[in-house]
Each structure stands twice: as C-alpha cells, then as structure tokens.
C-alpha cells in the first residue's frame, strides 16, 4: 500500500483545562493547587461569630464573680492565735495619708482596733462599711476607735478610696511594712484589739462585722 492509499486520519482533541475548584489539580512543576476565593462575606460572619463566642468567654466568668461578690454572707470575724496576745503592743507610729503624724501610744486610755488593709483586697473593701459601724458607735463615748495601717498600698488610692466610701479615722502609711512586720502581718485583712493599757487582746484574721467587734470588746472588759 502506498503513503496515497493510507486513510486520511483526524487529529486527536485538545486536552480539557483542569478543573479550577479541584483541589487535586496542580501545575505540572507542583505549584500550589488553584482553589476559588473565599467569599468576603462569609469570611466575615465567621469573623464576628468567632468574636462573640470569644467576649461570652470572658463576660460569663465576670459576671460569675460578681454574684459571687454580691451573694456572699458578710464578713465573719474570725479570731486566732496570737504570740502577741497579753502583750503591749508593737510600736504602730507614722504618718497619716494626709501627712499627720499618730502614734498608737497617743491612743492609751481607748479600746483601738488596728486595722491593716489595703485597696486592692476585696475582703477590706467589704469590711469597711462594719469598720465605719463601729467607729461611729463609739465616737460619741470616746471609749473606742479604729486605726488603720496602709498594706503595701499607695497614699493616693487610699484618699480615692476613702473619699468614695468614707472613713474618718486615721489611715497611717507604713513605708517599708515595718509597722506590719512588728506584728507578724503578712497577708490583709487582720486586726488586732488593744485594750486601754495598749495591751493586745484579740488577733483578727480576715474580714471583720462591727457586732463581733462589740462582743469582742465585751468579752475583753469582763475578763478585766
């Protein structure tokens, strides 16, 4: 048979272009496969659902603790062991937040709960209202009052606090927390009530009620 004689034959088709939304297919040379765009709009409701789920995860452990705070039974005053109790008293003398010089032995001849606190604890900022309860019930008999020592605390959130929640008894800074070293105070709140003689006679651990305060100074007064 001759080249004349062959059948004529047509040639092949062209091969078809890849699928774009494939993500099996790739350049011959392994390029990265070619994949639609994302919808804008999509991608942004994604965005605002993957917000909100993350400001729920913080709201709810707020809003948790803020029952919490405002559930909670009030303070009760919790007496403990002392190696200071039945002793005078640590020297407790500086200045006020106001820049007044107080000293705990100018306070002899009264009952003076010493008060250590600071603004940043939450359990101070709930007893203050019971240390304003008794400081006022005795103001007028002049037979007790509360003086506070500043725990690592600056003067200036002191005077912000105490004009926001009141308070009129003198708030001393104890620059270097020697005032609190002296009486083995390593953690806020705790009180301690000294009689008139500037002898210790209670240890307060935590938070304070302004009735405890009273039975605790009864007690002390029947025992002489």
Not at 72 to 84: G, I, K, N
Not at 105 to 123: I, K, S, Y
Not at 138 to 160: C, I, M, N, Y
């Amino acid at each position: 048979m001759t080249p004349d004689d062959e059948t004529p034959t047509e040639p092949p088709p062209p091969p078809e272009p890849p699928d774009p939304i494939d993500p099996r297919n790739s350049t011959a040379e392994g390029a990265t496969a070619r994949t639609v765009p994302r919808d804008p709009v999509v991608a942004g409701l994604r965005r605002t659902r993957r917000a909100l789920w993350i400001a729920v995860g913080v709201a709810v452990p707020v809003f948790l603790l803020v029952v919490v705070l405002a559930t909670r039974p009030a303070a009760s005053t919790r007496t403990v062991r002392s190696p200071l109790l039945g002793k005078a008293a640590p020297a407790a003398a500086s200045t006020t937040i106001d820049g007044d010089a107080v000293d705990l032995a100018d306070l002899r001849g009264q009952w003076v709960v010493v008060n250590f606190f600071a603004t940043w604890c939450v359990p101070c900022r709930i007893e203050h209202s019971e240390l304003e309860k008794f400081n006022d019930a005795h103001r007028a008999a002049g037979d007790a009052t509360v003086l506070a020592v500043v725990f690592s605390d600056s003067s200036q959130a002191v005077k912000e606090f105490r004009a926001d929640e009141g308070g009129t008894w003198p708030m001393l800074t104890d620059p270097g927390g020697s005032i609190a070293l002296h009486f083995g105070v390593s953690g806020v709140p705790e009180s301690f009530l000294v009689d008139p003689d500037g002898i210790v006679r209670s240890r307060i651990l935590g938070g304070v009620r302004a009735v405890d305060l009273d039975k605790l100074l009864a007690e002390a007064r029947a025992r002489g």
